[in-house]
């Protein structure tokens, strides 16, 4: 997570990782924001996130979020030991508008360092946490506090909502060494507090190996008077796209409590703009989850399959299940009035031709896989990613499902790893860009049958 410019992720003989570099926001100061509220961040969402040293501009982040399948950013809002301290993107402007574009932010602070990390200070007005153990480390502790209230003023002149999730930057260190491990951790543990009390949730960025290490030694201990991060960003770049690391059991901040920074420093290109960034994996709040729908009273709408329909001949009986599923959408969406009784009768044939004739499908008695598709796709085209929810995630699942059994998915309503993937084998076989997003060109294959 870093300053590219300067540092790289070093795993020693030691068995220690440095974390280096580190990213920033401006040090200027930032207008009130406008009196509407933004939502509170990043709020519940599992999906793939970045974070890079200065904030991109709009430009790049409109670009982004339309051709890359990042649905988190992270910014650096405090500390005096950023690596990028004057930026000319980063405003309280700047965050409203990525909230409203749905990008879900992770505000990041990196001020005082442990006192055994070799790369700090980085300037000469950036202290190190303070290794004096007196009074159970009452210096480190108040740094914890006066670095809390920072973050939490900077919060408030970017327009981050109260609630929001803050971010403390440790990067690795030595945890061999004890004073300075046990006086990081009580840093730690003071701003936790202190954020806490200020209306924020506390949270804590550093390498799987060392204080991500080190913070699970301190739960699996239990002192007396400590604070926990609510939630965790571990730093363990094995490549692997979750949030579980060999450093720590998987149960200690779980569920939907981690971020994991997966692979480090590297560029990558969405929509024509090019930026080095870090990759993660954001789990957290609740996840990504969609509320309960229900169709016509109650009319089940979503199965793994949806076979070809056709009336009732000697030897053919058309499932009433999907019949009345049948009949209920086309109700919703195209203009049937006759009994949901499940009956393929004159009426829902004569409803069937007219949504035929609409959508530029074959006219005939038999309602299609192809015509199932163009159904699900008949409303609203939004484009949607990892980690997006709602009936239209549901309406893109059950229109995979109306293709071939390796392109189906799981009608949940979040598109989770299972729709992505199944999404990508649809777009491949299509011969389009496969990047497990519903983009406007796969909502268009989708309302054509393809």
């Known amino acids: 997570m870093g300053d590219y410019r300067r540092f790289r992720y070093v795993r020693r003989v030691l068995g220690v990782s440095l974390i280096s570099g580190v990213v920033g926001v401006a040090g200027m100061v930032v207008p009130s924001p406008a009196a509407a509220a933004n939502p509170v961040t ?5 999906g793939f996130g970045f974070d890079q040293c200065n904030a991109p501009s709009q430009t790049a982040m409109d670009r982004w979020w339309k051709h890359s399948n990042f649905g988190a950013v992270g910014i650096y809002i405090a500390g005096n030991s950023r690596g990028c301290r004057k930026q000319t993107n980063l405003s309280a402007t700047w965050v409203r508008k990525q909230q409203a574009r749905g990008w879900r932010l992770l505000p990041i602070t990196l001020g005082p360092q442990a006192s055994c990390n070799p790369h700090f200070p980085r300037y000469r007005d950036d202290p190190r946490i303070s290794a004096k153990s007196t009074n159970q480390y009452a210096a480190a502790k108040s740094q914890g506090v006066k670095q809390a209230n920072a973050t939490a003023d900077a919060a408030k002149r970017y327009g981050i909502a109260r609630g929001s999730t803050m971010f403390y930057d440790l990067e690795g260190f030595d945890i061999r060494n004890k004073r300075c491990r046990e006086s990081a951790m009580w840093f730690v543990s003071a701003w936790s507090h ?3 009390k200020l209306g924020y949730r506390p ?13 699970w030694d301190v739960w699996h201990a239990q002192p007396r008077g400590f604070v926990y991060p609510a939630d965790i960003w571990i730093a363990d770049w094995d490549g692997r796209a979750g949030t579980s690391t060999k450093y720590i059991p998987a149960k200690p901040w779980s569920p939907h409590r981690r971020v994991k920074q997966y692979r480090g420093p590297h560029k990558e290109t969405h929509g024509g703009v090019t930026i080095e960034i870090d990759s993660n994996y954001v789990d957290v709040g609740r996840g990504s989850s969609a509320r309960a729908m229900t169709h016509c009273g109650g ?7 949806y076979p070809e329909l056709k009336p009732r001949t000697s030897s053919y009986q058309p499932s009433p299940v999907y019949v009345k599923a049948l009949e209920c959408m086309l109700r919703e969406r195209g203009g049937f009035r006759g009994p949901i009784d499940g009956t393929y009768d004159a009426g829902l044939v004569r409803s069937v031709n007219a949504w035929q004739r609409s959508h530029g499908l074959s006219v005939r008695k038999t309602w299609t896989r192809a015509a199932w598709k163009t159904l699900w796709a008949a409303n609203s085209r939004p484009l949607l990613k990892r980690g997006s929810t709602g009936e ?3 309406d893109l699942q059950r229109a995979l499902n109306a293709t071939t059994a390796r392109e189906r998915a799981k009608v949940t309503g ?19 860009t496969a990047n497990g997003m519903a983009t406007e060109v796969t909502w268009y294959d989708l309302a054509h049958g393809r």
Do not use: C, E
């Open 194 to 196: 202190r954020i806490k």
């Open 414 to 432: 979040t598109l989770d790893w299972n729709t992505h993937v199944a999404l990508v084998a649809y777009q491949k076989r299509l011969g389009r």
């Open 299 to 305: 009319v089940p709408v979503s199965f793994t399959s």
């Open 392 to 394: 239209r995630v549901r």
């Open 203 to 215: 949270a804590m960025y550093s390498s799987a190996s060392s204080g991500i290490k080190a913070m």
């Open 42 to 46: 990043p709020g519940n969402f599992t």
